[in-house]
């Protein structure tokens, strides 16, 4: 996920030009390069180095937990979650303007919502696919929790 994030990332920074949106399909998905300083919806853009530091606390409690894993459902969202927030770590460490002010390169954009990454994408599915193991009463462990049908 992260080599993907980072691909993506790379090739948006090489073809695209901020204020210069492509349409891919009609106005319903374009690239549009921004560089968010912020978290979604370019929100707490003053709070870069806050934002820094919750992703990588999370990341940390993505391996610490890991050890427990005994579903694949769980597994999946795990590295999803992982890989996004690192890729987006990655960006705030060490893109401009300088480390834990970084901005996320961000390219992404659909009708009515923030532009986002590909990391963004992986975070996003991996929080659906954690409801979905919760709702299920997966435990960590791969065990079902038996008062959950």
């Known amino acids: 996920m992260l080599g993907l994030d980072q691909l993506t990332k790379v090739l948006a920074l ?3 030009t901020p204020g210069e949106p492509v349409n891919v399909i009609g106005s319903l998905l374009k690239f549009n390069l921004i560089r968010n300083p912020g978290a979604a919806f370019s929100l707490g853009s003053n709070l870069t180095p806050v934002i820094s530091a919750i992703q990588i606390i999370v990341a940390v409690g993505v391996v610490y937990l890991s050890r427990k894993l005994g579903s694949i459902g769980w597994a999946v969202a795990f590295g999803l979650l992982f890989g996004g927030a690192i890729g987006n770590i990655t960006d705030r460490v060490f893109r ?4 834990f002010h970084g901005h996320v390169v961000d390219f992404l954009q659909t009708p009515h919502w923030a532009i986002f990454n590909v990391a963004d994408m992986a975070v996003t599915s991996a929080a659906i696919l954690l409801v979905i193991q919760t ?3 997966i435990r960590l462990d791969g065990t079902k929790d038996m008062g959950k049908k």
Do not use: N
């Open 14 to 16: 090489h073809h695209l």
């Open 96 to 99: 401009e303007p300088s480390p």
């Open 135 to 137: 709702l299920r009463g």
